[in-house]
Structures are given as structure tokens and as C-alpha cells.
């Protein structure tokens, strides 16, 4: 059975961090390619970061970039998103998912995830 379980998420105040996980489970971890999305509420999911199999490409949306980083590791079967300089419109349900291409980009389709963990950013 295949599972992604994020966690990290909670309250913090703008220009704070966060560092979100997903852990994985159920699969071959070091070939699929992982990426982060959010959700607002009254808005669609959009996608924020992504990272392919091998961790040598990784793509950001425009509105994260230099404030994100992603990343995986192999031995823990986790994938990170790193936050930084967090702005209250930041704030949204974040998911995880699994690409089992291994591409893991933003255009890529998501065959696996997780339940989401809520970020909050006050003002």
C-alpha cells in the first residue's frame, strides 16, 4: 500500500520558516519523482516545487523562487520542502505527491498523494 504522510506544517508569522516532509512508503522511493502542491481555501491546487528521481532537476513555481527549496532523501524515503521568508498569502494546505516516471516536474502527472498538512502565515 502505497503512502506519502506529510508533516511540518503549523502557524508561524511572516518572514518565519517552516521545513514541510513526506515521508514514503509502499514504493521504490528512488524512482519516482516527487513534487509539493498547495491548495487555498476557494482556490484551486496550484503547484509549488518539484524534484525528479535522482534529485538533479528540480523545478519552482515563479512565486516560491529563492524562497523554497526541495529536496529528498533516499536512505529516509522523505522528500523536504524548505520555506523561507513566508508570507501570510503562503498560507494554504501544502500536499505531497509521487510521479512514477520519475520526473517529477511541474507539468508532470501525480499518480500518488498524501492528505496535506496546513501551513499558516499571520500577519
Known amino acids: 500500500q502505497v503512502q506519502l504522510v506529510e508533516s511540518g506544517g503549523g502557524l508561524v508569522q511572516a518572514g518565519g520558516s517552516l521545513r514541510l516532509s513526506c515521508a514514503v512508503s509502499?514504493?521504490?522511493?528512488?524512482?519516482?519523482?516527487m513534487g509539493w502542491f498547495r491548495q487555498a481555501p476557494g482556490q484551486e491546487r496550484e503547484f509549488v516545487s518539484a524534484i525528479n528521481w535522482n534529485g538533479s532537476v528540480r523545478t519552482d513555481a515563479d512565486f516560491v523562487k529563492g524562497r523554497v527549496t526541495i529536496s529528498r532523501d533516499i536512505f529516509k524515503n522523505t522528500v523536504y520542502l524548505q520555506m523561507n521568508s513566508l508570507k501570510v498569502e503562503d498560507t494554504a494546505v501544502y500536499y505531497c505527491?509521487?510521479?512514477?516516471?520519475?520526473?517529477?516536474?511541474?507539468?508532470?502527472?501525480?499518480?500518488?498523494w498524501g492528505q496535506g498538512t496546513q501551513v499558516t502565515v499571520s500577519s
Open positions: 509502499g514504493l521504490t522511493f528512488s524512482n519516482i519523482g
Open positions: 505527491a509521487g510521479d512514477r516516471t520519475g520526473r517529477g516536474g511541474r507539468w508532470s502527472r501525480y499518480d500518488y
